[in-house]
């Protein structure tokens, strides 16, 4: 019985189900019998969220470490993200994103979160007594903030950047 991979590079369609082989018993003047065996260890998984809030965040981890209980150091994961987060709740989807990345053998992530810096966060910004610049600098971020287009995005950022790097100091 020959055994023949059934992955090819060209195969990505809705059926696409890479890790078996084809078993083929052919006889004379018989319908050939075709079997598929699964060979692979390791295998894509799917897991979307969408962030309705920053509490999400603790969703999302039982979510992930659920699933990766059965499968973690074996298998890679495909990770689609929506919605907003605030800076706090930014950071700490970065530290998760840094763990699963260790324990997995692999993290795709479809990332399509907006940064959304709440009431409280863009008030300890603008509002710090004893940084005067840095109070300046983030008033003038927090009034870019509803520019369309790229203007709005990179206040966006570098608000994030700033309150990361006001939280080091």
């Not at 059926?15 to 052919?26: K, M, S």
């Not at 979510?63 to 709740?89: I, P, T």
């Amino acid at each position: 019985m020959p055994a023949h991979p059934s992955w090819t590079a060209s195969s990505k369609g809705v059926d696409h189900d890479p890790g078996n082989i084809l078993v083929v018993e052919a006889r004379r003047l018989e319908d050939p019998v075709v079997e598929s065996v699964r060979t692979g260890a390791i295998g894509w998984h799917e897991l979307a969220f969408h962030f309705a809030e920053d509490s999400g965040l603790g969703l999302l981890e039982q979510q992930v470490d659920a699933a990766m209980r059965d499968w973690a150091g074996r298998h890679l994961l495909h990770l689609h993200l929506s919605g907003a987060l605030g800076l706090e709740a930014a950071d700490g989807l970065a530290q998760h994103l840094e763990t699963w990345r260790a324990r997995l053998l692999r993290l795709k992530l479809d990332h399509r979160i907006t940064l959304a810096p709440s009431a409280t966060e863009l008030e300890a910004l603008a509002q710090r007594a004893g940084d005067p610049l840095i109070s300046r600098v983030a008033k003038r971020l927090i009034a870019e903030l509803d520019v369309p287009g790229e203007a709005g995005a990179v206040a966006r950022i570098a608000l994030r950047e700033l309150y990361a790097a006001c939280k080091e100091v």
